[in-house]
């Protein structure tokens, strides 16, 4: 041992060390500098608007989680609207967070159109998973309307905020504890079930397009297209399109002429 160091040259052990040294600085010099210049500025306004959502993660504005809904609408790809959960003065808030004037929306809730369920005709009884998603793909459900609701309650296990309840086999909505976050919209697997204003009057109870006699063999309130809600609307808020009324809610006045003229009684008020 005591030959091998009196081998070591000293004076070039210390100038190898010094310039690995030199080197171990110079690159970590380089490194902080190349992360400096090419870090990634977070927006400062992403938690702020974070913090002002309802932050429920629902993923009904399409994103996966409240974080990334946030950071679309601080850069303009998202619209405060898109939020169904989050108050009328939380998006206010956010409005302001983004140096932007928020007008207001007319608050939504789920409406179901369909009036089916026990007065809907079963073509047969249905043993295998209980879900309407399982239904719809065999035999296209059990149900004598292709349209209607398959009454398993999808919607109602989506539903986080107990809005939705089974009632004479057909899905209904409580507006009041129904926030528009649109989980239900997309446990569907019929699509019956859309966003429509709050304090909107009335709402067409059915999506059947098929011809009246058609209708009349398979449901007691399915819409048999009879025509009488659109040539009796006062204001002409009603259209008829594939056998179905269109309301313009635009034009409606919550006069309830659509309600009390139509036979089938598939136009709800409320």
């Known amino acids: 041992m005591n030959n091998f160091l009196a081998q070591v040259n000293t004076g070039k ?6 310039i690995i040294a030199a080197l171990s600085i110079l690159f970590a010099l380089l490194i902080v500098t190349v992360s400096k210049l090419c870090a990634v500025k977070e927006d400062g306004r992403i938690e702020e608007i974070k913090d002002k959502l309802a932050n429920a993660n629902c993923g009904g504005c399409g994103f996966a989680g409240c974080a990334e809904f946030a950071k679309a609408v601080a850069e303009g790809r998202a619209n405060i609207d898109d939020c169904g ?36 005709t079963t073509l047969f009884n249905y043993v295998g998973n209980q879900t309407c998603s399982a239904l719809s793909v065999f035999n296209g459900g059990n ?30 909505i409580n ?8 989980k239900c919209v997309k446990a569907c697997p019929r699509n019956l079930i859309s966003f429509l204003p709050k304090d909107g009057d009335v709402y067409i109870g059915c999506s059947s397009r098929h ?3 058609d209708v009349m063999n398979v449901c007691k309130k399915g819409c048999i ?28 006045t919550g006069c309830l002429t659509c309600v009390e003229k139509c036979p089938r009684k598939c136009i709800i008020k409320g």
Do not use: Q, W
């Open 211 to 213: 011809r009246g006699k």
């Open 175 to 182: 507006e009041e504890l129904c926030v528009a976050c649109g």
């Open 225 to 252: 297209g009879c025509g009488l809600c659109a040539k009796n609307c006062p204001e002409g808020a009603i259209t008829m399109e594939d056998n179905l009324p269109v309301i313009d809610y635009s034009k409606c």
């Open 13 to 18: 052990l210390f100038t190898v060390l010094a």
């Open 143 to 172: 149900k004598g309307c292709i349209f209607g609701c398959l009454g398993c309650g999808d919607c109602k296990d989506a539903c986080e905020y107990g809005a939705i309840t089974m009632e004479n086999g057909v899905s209904t």
């Open 85 to 120: 959960p989050t108050s009328p003065e939380s998006k206010k808030r956010i409005a302001e967070i983004l140096g932007i004037e928020y007008a207001g929306k007319k608050v939504a809730a789920a409406k179901v159109h369909c009036s089916g369920g026990d007065n809907c």
